[in-house]
């Protein structure tokens, strides 16, 4: 199976070419690839940083003497109520 499908509207009919992809095309697209998991290895890699730090500032505010309910008024983002 073909990686590109061209279509030239320009004929009269359209012509369809279907070709593999040229060497520059496909080292493209290892790298898209690779770019696209590095992006999500690091949005992974934040989320669990957030949610590390969230923790430690709700046992912080709780240490303090803070209840759930003053926490999620002060910091509604913090809390999920």
């Given at each position: 199976?073909?990686d590109v499908?061209?279509?030239?509207y320009t004929?009269?009919p359209?012509t369809?070419t279907e070709?593999d992809?040229?060497?520059e095309?496909a080292e493209?697209v290892?790298?898209?690839a690779?770019?696209?998991q590095?992006?999500?290895?690091?949005a992974a890699?934040?989320a669990?940083a957030?949610?590390?730090?969230?923790?430690?500032?709700?046992?912080?505010a709780?240490?303090?003497?803070?209840t759930d309910?003053?926490?999620?008024?002060?910091?509604?983002?913090l809390?999920?109520?």
């Amino acid at each position: 199976m073909a990686d590109v499908i061209e279509t030239d509207y320009t004929t009269d009919p359209p012509t369809v070419t279907e070709r593999d992809f040229t060497p520059e095309e496909a080292e493209q697209v290892i790298k898209d690839a690779q770019d696209a998991q590095a992006a999500a290895d690091a949005a992974a890699a934040k989320a669990a940083a957030d949610a590390k730090a969230r923790d430690a500032a709700i046992a912080h505010a709780k240490s303090l003497g803070f209840t759930d309910a003053m926490i999620a008024v002060m910091y509604p983002n913090l809390v999920n109520v």
